[in-house]
């Protein structure tokens, strides 16, 4: 295994190992500077950055990097800057000077370091996150198409797009893909985090320079934050919020949020913004059903010169549901140990490869789908197995008559024998019902996906 490869095995490793928060902050720009004798060398963006994974972080880095080498080697730490290829930190700590975004000199913490070549000025990454390598499946098809509409005009149709969901969903992928085609079409962009916006507040309250402020994120096209719900409770940052979103939206401009919850779920966010959050679209993504895990798995396999059995990737896709970064970090795990054993990929290696990842579950059965179902809306089993009609019992009976064919390998009557002795047609009819309405509902979506969910994380391994 090259040391490149190792050292993206360890990334991905250590995104599954460690929070998306923790990932982000210190690692998610990390480089490979070097590697020889010596030990690895990684790129950083600035002194901060060096001396928290140096103090904080080496330990577990280096644990997961030897077990993927397989042998002892050493780690550490620059400021990498892309203009001399060395350790070139500047007084204030960063990889370089001020940069420039559509002409105008700033010196927040929200530009690219030079040695990052993952990032472009205006905050978008260059390694892929547009919509062309977007899988699109029923659990995100309404964010895709929202953002997708966004991108081809914006200001024009969804203003603000507020997308949200659970983590490693693709919201982020989302908001870079809008952020490239608006961009690629002339459009003054930026992309950041709600975290670096306050950051930004504050350096320019504490410089009391909120002019350059302003300038920066009022004097765009299109403003994308990702992560929006960490701006709650912090009053300073959600009042230049709420005026920077009027600047903007009373121009016609575009704004793109996201967000781990929808907006009236952020118990602390002042009803004002609340309020605009909610003026144009409210899209949500949920996790992504089998079909559509198969799929991303196939699309990363395309960039890899290993082969994996499709077997393989319905193991994976079958017992990695969380999120997609979960799904991706198992597929990079079993191609780095495959790499490591001479490309090979079988049973035995996945099953070594993903021992921590892979939760190999009996069967799920008739009993415990509406066990489940019952619990999610709240009834009893007899009234789901009974002969009531009431709207109350009715749909989730048609729920569980879907749920019982797509998650176990039970028959139309079967499922109807569980059900108080219903004809195979009423089941057909039921689970037709909900198969028909899921991608376009987003309440049911929601119900069919956390019901999954329960379902699998009870039944015993």
């Known amino acids: 295994m090259s040391p490149e490869s190792a050292w993206k095995a360890t990334l991905g490793e250590l995104e599954l190992q460690m929070t998306k928060a923790t990932f982000n902050t210190w690692l998610r720009d990390a480089r490979l500077i070097s590697a020889d004798a010596g030990g690895y060398v990684v790129g950083v963006r600035n002194a901060y950055a060096k001396d928290w994974l140096q103090n904080r972080l080496k330990e577990t880095?280096?644990?997961?990097?030897?077990?993927?080498?397989?042998?002892?080697?050493?780690?550490?730490?620059?400021?990498?800057?892309?203009?001399?290829?060395?350790?070139?930190?500047?007084?204030?700590?960063?990889?370089?000077?001020?940069?420039?975004?559509?002409?105008?000199?700033?010196?927040?913490?929200?530009?690219?370091?030079?040695?990052?070549?993952?990032?472009?000025?205006?905050?978008?990454?260059?390694?892929?996150?547009?919509?062309?390598?977007?899988?699109?499946?029923?659990?995100?098809?309404?964010?895709?198409?929202?953002?997708?509409?966004?991108?081809?005009?914006?200001?024009?149709?969804?203003?603000?797009?507020?997308?949200?969901?659970?983590?490693?969903?693709?919201?982020?992928?989302?908001?870079?893909?809008?952020?490239?085609?608006?961009?690629?079409?002339?459009?003054?962009?930026?992309?950041?985090?709600?975290?670096?916006?306050?950051?930004?507040?504050?350096?320019?309250?504490?410089?009391?320079?909120?002019?350059?402020?302003?300038e920066k994120y009022r004097s765009l096209d299109v403003l994308l934050i990702d992560d929006i719900q960490f701006i709650a409770g912090k009053e300073s940052t959600q009042e230049e919020l709420f005026h920077t979103f009027n600047e903007l939206h009373s121009n016609g401009k575009q704004v793109v949020l996201s967000s781990d919850r929808p907006p009236k779920a952020m118990v602390t966010l002042e009803e004002r913004l609340q309020s605009r959050f909610e003026w144009g679209l409210m899209a949500d993504i949920q996790q992504p059903d089998v079909e559509t895990r198969m799929a991303i798995l196939e699309a990363k396999l395309e960039h890899s010169q290993v082969y994996v059995p499709r077997h393989v990737l319905e193991t994976i896709a079958r017992n990695v549901r969380n999120n997609i970064r979960e799904l991706e970090g198992a597929l990079n795990k079993v191609i780095a140990y495959a790499e490591l054993n001479g490309g090979s990929v079988d049973d035995q290696l996945v099953t070594m490869a993903l021992a921590d990842l892979l939760h190999y579950t009996e069967k799920v059965t008739v009993s415990q789908v509406l066990a489940a179902?019952?619990?999610?809306?709240?009834?009893?089993?007899?009234?789901?197995?009974?002969?009531?009609?009431?709207?109350?019992?009715?749909?989730?009976?048609?729920?569980?008559?879907?749920?019982?064919?797509?998650?176990?390998?039970?028959?139309?009557?079967?499922?109807?024998?569980?059900?108080?002795?219903?004809?195979?047609?009423?089941?057909?009819?039921?689970?037709?019902?909900?198969?028909?309405?899921?991608?376009?509902?987003?309440?049911?979506r929601r119900d069919v996906l956390k019901i999954k969910s329960s379902l699998y994380e009870t039944v015993p391994a």
């Not at 030079?114 to 996150?129: F, I, K, S």
């Not at 149709?157 to 079409?185: E, Q, W």
């Not at 569980?400 to 195979?424: C, K, V, W």
């Open 61 to 214: 880095i280096l644990r997961t990097l030897n077990a993927i080498v397989t042998e002892p080697v050493d780690l550490s730490f620059v400021v990498w800057s892309e203009h001399n290829g060395a350790a070139s930190p500047s007084p204030n700590g960063d990889a370089s000077g001020p940069s420039t975004t559509n002409g105008h000199k700033h010196s927040f913490s929200s530009r690219p370091a030079a040695g990052n070549p993952l990032l472009d000025e205006d905050g978008l990454r260059n390694n892929g996150y547009r919509f062309s390598t977007f899988i699109v499946g029923p659990s995100n098809r309404l964010a895709h198409a929202a953002a997708l509409s966004v991108g081809e005009n914006p200001g024009q149709t969804y203003n603000p797009l507020f997308i949200y969901g659970g983590v490693g969903l693709g919201k982020t992928h989302l908001l870079h893909a809008v952020g490239h085609k608006c961009r690629d079409s002339g459009y003054r962009v930026l992309y950041t985090s709600s975290e670096t916006f306050t950051n930004d507040l504050i350096q320019s309250i504490r410089s009391r320079d909120m002019a350059q402020f302003r």
């Open 373 to 444: 179902v019952a619990n999610h809306y709240r009834i009893t089993l007899d009234a789901l197995t009974g002969s009531s009609r009431s709207r109350a019992v009715a749909f989730p009976r048609q729920m569980a008559m879907y749920l019982a064919r797509t998650e176990t390998d039970a028959s139309f009557p079967q499922i109807g024998g569980y059900l108080g002795n219903r004809d195979h047609t009423t089941v057909l009819y039921g689970y037709e019902k909900i198969a028909g309405i899921i991608e376009t509902d987003a309440n049911v």
